[in-house]
């Protein structure tokens, strides 16, 4: 029994041996990426608590704008917010950076620089850039002096409504009332509407008497130079061109009707009608009969209306509807 008891203890310790050298072997082989097998594992070393731990590329974003003319912002998407972070700052790669320019004080975007080169501004949103993280990254906006813009105000009296309307340096149409900054060089057309049996009396322009523009009373139209307003008076009276209308053979003009700021209103055949107001006709033919062509002034009118029972058009001088 003596002798039994010294050789199973040897036995017991031997293999315990073995089981901590084929542990340790096991720890070693994966912290090198491989399996007890010696396949590849895929990932990162393992990190002090025993897990796998992903290693990011991350990258410097430098941003700024040339001269510090106008402020600039720059974001990223964290947890579904923009957030916004500082030049300099570290982002991890295939991180999608906004930088956004604030454009004030008549400043427009000339070009971006990204990394040393030229980047073209966009079309639809010019003072933003958005860029995907490849590499550091080093951004600068550059801007320059846009064309002057001045505020135009329209002032307007009693009996009648004012309206000013341009195509802005984009070619958007644009109408308004009141004030509104407006670039150098734009072409402005102011219409003042007078109410029911009124009439324009005087245009101003800062403060001095001006000529309304052709033959219409109702417009004055002028080239923007320097900060302006333009204000028109009223004066009772009735002005504008006369609008008759008719109807051939085998049918009538069941409604004539202006569209004045005031609403809608009937009016008869020989009316004077303001100048730059939308009018509109219905016609009804005779049973078994349709609408075959309007006439202005003895031109048929645009295709579209052929074949219509309603016309609408704006007055312009002197029309005859038929």
Do not use: C
């Amino acid at each position: 029994m003596k002798r039994i008891l010294p050789l199973m203890l040897t036995l017991l310790t031997m293999l315990l041996t073995a089981l901590i050298g084929t542990a340790q072997e096991s720890a070693a082989t994966n912290y090198m990426g491989l399996t007890a097998t010696g396949a590849r594992v895929t990932g990162a070393p393992i990190g002090a608590e025993g897990a796998l731990r992903q290693e990011t590329q991350m990258y410097k974003v430098n941003f700024s704008v040339a001269d510090g003319l106008v402020n600039m912002q720059a974001t990223y998407p964290k947890d579904n917010w923009d957030t916004q972070f500082n030049s300099g700052d570290e982002l991890p790669a295939g991180t999608e950076v906004t930088f956004f320019v604030f454009l004030e004080g008549g400043y427009e975007m000339d070009h971006w620089v990204v990394n040393g080169n030229e980047v073209a501004p966009g079309e639809d949103f010019p003072q933003r850039l958005q860029w995907t993280l490849t590499e550091d990254l080093t951004v600068q906006a550059v801007v320059k002096m846009g064309a002057a813009k001045y505020k135009i105000t329209l002032e307007k009296g009693q009996g009648g409504s004012i309206e000013g309307k341009y195509v802005d340096e984009e070619g958007y149409n644009i109408t308004f009332d009141g004030e509104k900054d407006i670039q150098e060089g734009i072409e402005l057309s102011v219409r003042a509407t007078p109410d029911p049996n009124r009439m324009v009396d005087k245009w101003y322009y800062n403060g001095n008497e001006v000529t309304p523009t052709g033959d219409d009373p109702n417009l004055y139209v002028f080239n923007v130079t320097e900060e302006a307003t333009v204000y028109v008076t009223f004066k009772e009276g009735q002005s504008g061109y006369v609008v008759t209308y008719s109807a051939g053979e085998h049918g009538s003009i069941e409604k004539a009707e202006v569209y004045l700021p005031s609403g809608i209103e009937s009016f008869e055949s020989g009316e004077a009608i303001s100048a730059g107001l939308n009018v509109k006709f219905t016609a009804q033919p005779d049973k078994g009969y349709e609408v075959d062509q309007w006439y202005v002034n003895d031109q048929p009118a645009e295709s579209y209306y052929a074949g219509k029972p309603e016309f609408e058009t704006m007055v312009e001088g002197k029309m005859d509807i038929r």
